[in-house]
């Protein structure tokens, strides 16, 4: 490398590290699917555990059997709970499901317990199909985020992330993503928004800080990810949440339940897969694009080790085909993202790594920042 190729290469990191809290200098190792990569750089802080507190892929079970059977700490919500399904996946073989025609009910659902935590990020993907957009009054209620240790909605402040409904036949103009967090009756945060997927697979950010009892100083940021675009429906970054009590979050129920059906809506089917949920924010994905703002595919990364100026993950490609460009990403746990690191999906970095085996299909980590 020239003298002036070294300076050029100086002057970008200085100016990166000037614009972003941490950077990323250096990708090492092996983009594959399941291989080890070591990111360097700086400004990363600590992450410990360094792992989320839980990676699922449904890959554990057998087809229409009922999840908790095989995977104890996904809990049934009602009616023995979601199943796992080979009819779609995003990844792997395997999703889960909650089909009208298992005729289990509409709250055939599970919930995971993430402890007790004034922050929460969940990363999801998600299908619907069999909707009628003609029909009445119909609901897909989507993931939930409570304060209690049995995942109720009929207790605790917050609702849920948000419910689908499509209550006129015109669909685009009155239909729309609804997310509401209250307490005790009261409701302190209320938005409604257009942006869901219509067909194939799409995705969700959810992420949640609470701030002090009776100050309005905690963040929402609600992501909808669909055809490879992306819509922050709502994101309110600063003074959003305002705790009027003392609460914690402390499951998550995920979003494969209904209401309100009537017979246009035999084949609905909802699918979830690839569900990464932590209690922080700090986290390492993959995008489609330089700006995090316009990534509309967003693969997390699994990280097995966490520090200052090195981090170093398991590759979830995801969506990405070999030979793909991508850019990679380090997001503080205040949610500030590094700079776009662009990769190639496939390519081995620097030095390589040995021993190559896909990432877990179902990970749990215990602990937290």
């Known amino acids: 490398m020239s003298p002036l190729s070294r300076a050029i290469i100086l002057a970008l990191s200085l100016l990166a590290s000037s614009v972003f809290g941490q950077t990323i200098t250096s990708v090492t190792g092996d983009l594959d699917h399941g291989g080890s990569v070591v990111i360097g750089g700086s400004g990363f802080g600590v992450k410990s555990p360094a792992a989320p507190l839980k990676w699922e892929t449904f890959e554990s079970g057998s087809n229409d059997t009922q999840v908790e059977l095989t995977q ?35 709250f055939a659902t599970n919930y995971f317990d993430i402890g007790v935590t004034d922050t929460v990020f969940v990363s999801q993907k998600y299908r619907l199909e069999g909707i009628n957009w003609g029909a009445s009054d119909f609901q897909w209620k989507n993931t939930r985020i409570k304060d209690n ?16 409904q499509n209550d006129r036949i015109n669909y685009r103009t009155y239909s729309a993503m609804h997310f509401q ?14 942006g869901w997927q219509e067909s194939g697979w799409g995705g ?35 003074n959003s949440l305002n705790r009027t009590a003392q609460y ?31 209690d922080t924010r700090a986290r390492v994905f993959i995008g489609n694009s330089n700006t995090v703002a316009n990534c509309g595919i967003r693969e997390m990364q699994l990280p097995t080790a966490w520090a200052g100026g090195s981090i170093t993950v398991t590759v979830n490609t995801g969506a990405f085909a070999d030979s793909t460009n991508a850019y990679l990403y380090v997001v503080e746990s205040d949610g500030t993202p590094s700079n776009a690191f662009t990769i190639t999906i496939g390519e081995a970095g620097g030095g390589g790594v040995s021993g190559i085996t896909a990432p877990p299909d179902s990970l749990t980590a215990s602990g937290g920042n």
């Open 149 to 164: 240790t049995d995942g109720r909605a009929q207790s605790g402040p917050y609702h849920g992330y948000g419910f689908f």
């Open 248 to 278: 914690e979050f402390k499951t998550v129920l995920l979003g494969l339940m209904h209401a309100n059906l009537t017979a246009e809506y035999a084949n609905f089917a909802a699918y979830i897969d690839d569900v990464y949920i932590d």
């Open 204 to 238: 969700q950010e959810l992420e949640f800080v609470l701030g002090a009892v009776g100050v309005a100083d905690g963040t929402s940021n609600i992501t909808m990810l669909f055809n490879g675009t992306s819509t922050s429906g709502q994101t309110y970054e600063g």
């Open 181 to 194: 967090m209250e307490t005790g009756g009261t409701v302190e945060l209320d938005l409604r928004w257009g």
């Open 72 to 106: 104890s700490e996904w809990i049934s919500y009602q009616d023995g709970g979601a199943r796992y399904s080979t009819t779609q996946a995003y990844s792997g073989s395997y999703s889960i499901a909650n089909k009208v025609s298992y005729a289990e009910g509409g």
